[in-house]
C-alpha cells in the first residue's frame, strides 16, 4: 500500500508530538488512511508537499490544498465508502486538527481547513436527569445509610437543586456559602469566570445543620475548609461518583446515575417548576441558552420541537 501520508513527516512530526491519548490517536489516524486513500485514488504519488499540492494542469502550477479539495474528498466519502454523517464530521474535525497543528509549527503556510464548515453534526437528545420521585429515593436511601451526620443526604440534596459541577461540589468551601443570601459563590473548579448559584429554603436548612454538625466541626477544627468529605480525606470524583451509584442502587434505581447526571436533574427540577428558561441558563451558568435547552427533557414537546427552537436559539446566541 502506498503510505503517501502515514510515512510523511508531516504525520510522524503530529503523532511525535500530539497530546492526544493512545486511543483518540487511533481514531485520527483511521480517518487519515481514508485521506490517504483518497490521496492514492486520485494518483498523488511521491513526498507529500501541502503548499505545493494541487495542479492546475492549464498553467502547469501548484497551489495549496484548497476548499474543492476538500469538498470532493468528503464526495468519495459519501459516495465511494457510504460514509454516515458521524465519519464525515469526525473526518472535518481530525483534518482541521492536524492542519491547525502543522500551520503552529510551521510545517505549512494555511490550515486549508481552518474556516471550513461542518454541516454533519447532529446531537441527539438525551433525558440524562432522573425523575422527582427517583431524587426522593435517593434522599431517602441516604438517609437510611447516615441518619445522624447526614453528610451523603446533604450532598445529593445540594447536587439535585443547585446545578454545580462535580469539581465544584469537591472543591466546594465553607467560605463561598453564604447561608443569609441563600447564595452559593462559584469561583473554585468552575469552567467560567466567578458567579453565584441560589439555593431553596430546603438545602440552606440542611446545610446549616450539617455544618453545625460535632462531626464536621471536628474536621474543620484539623484546618480543612472543604464542605465535603471521607473517611477524613479530600473527596474525589470516583469517590464522588462511588458514593452515588451506592446510593442509586440501594434505592432501586436501575439508570446510570453519575455527578453530571444532578446537574441535567437541577434543570428538569427547575423546569418542572416551571421556571423560565433563562433563569435555568443562569443558574446552570451556560454562556448558549441552546446548550441549556439540551438539558431539559421533552416535556410535554416532541424531539424536533425542541432541536429547531435549539438551533434557533444559537443562531440568537451567536449574533448577540
Known amino acids: 500500500m502506498n503510505r503517501i501520508l502515514l510515512d510523511s513527516n508531516y504525520y510522524k512530526t503530529w503523532k511525535n508530538y500530539t497530546h492526544l491519548s493512545p486511543i483518540s490517536i487511533k481514531k485520527y489516524t483511521t480517518a487519515f488512511r481514508k485521506f490517504e486513500k483518497y490521496l492514492v485514488h486520485c494518483g498523488y504519488t511521491g513526498k507529500l508537499d501541502f503548499d505545493n499540492f494541487y495542479l492546475y494542469e492549464e498553467s502547469n502550477v501548484f497551489t495549496p490544498i484548497d476548499t474543492k479539495f476538500i469538498d470532493d474528498y468528503l464526495d468519495y466519502l459519501r459516495f465511494e465508502l457510504n460514509a454516515t454523517k458521524h465519519m464525515l464530521y469526525d473526518n472535518i474535525v481530525y483534518l482541521r486538527n492536524f492542519f491547525a497543528f502543522l500551520k503552529d509549527i510551521k510545517m505549512i503556510k494555511s490550515n486549508p481547513m481552518a474556516h471550513y464548515k ?121 469517590e464522588l461518583n462511588i458514593v452515588i451509584k451506592k446510593i442509586a442502587q440501594i434505592a432501586g434505581i ?22 423560565d428558561i433563562a433563569i435555568i441558563q443562569k443558574q446552570l451558568r451556560h454562556v448558549s441558552s441552546a446548550t441549556t435547552l439540551r438539558y431539559l427533557p421533552p416535556v410535554q414537546k416532541n424531539n424536533s420541537l425542541v432541536d429547531e427552537n435549539a438551533m434557533n436559539l444559537e443562531k440568537k446566541d451567536n449574533n448577540m
Open 254 to 275: 436501575t439508570q446510570n446515575v453519575t455527578a453530571h447526571t444532578f446537574r441535567h436533574t437541577t434543570a428538569y427540577l427547575m423546569q418542572m417548576g416551571n421556571i
Open 118 to 238: 461542518n454541516h454533519y453534526y447532529e446531537r441527539k437528545l438525551i433525558n440524562r436527569s432522573i425523575s422527582i420521585n427517583d431524587c426522593r429515593k435517593m434522599l431517602n436511601a441516604a438517609l437510611t445509610i447516615d441518619p445522624f451526620f447526614r453528610q451523603d443526604y446533604t450532598l445529593l440534596l445540594l447536587m439535585m437543586t443547585t446545578g454545580l459541577r462535580n469539581s465544584e461540589v469537591r472543591n466546594l468551601s465553607i467560605e463561598q456559602i453564604n447561608l443569609d443570601r441563600g447564595i452559593i459563590i462559584v469561583n473554585r473548579g468552575q469552567k467560567n469566570s466567578a458567579n453565584i448559584v441560589y439555593m431553596p429554603t430546603s438545602l440552606k436548612n440542611e446545610l446549616r445543620r450539617y455544618l453545625s454538625h460535632p462531626m464536621f466541626i471536628e474536621w474543620e477544627k484539623n484546618g480543612n475548609q472543604l464542605v465535603f468529605f471521607k473517611d477524613s480525606k479530600i473527596l474525589s470524583l470516583d
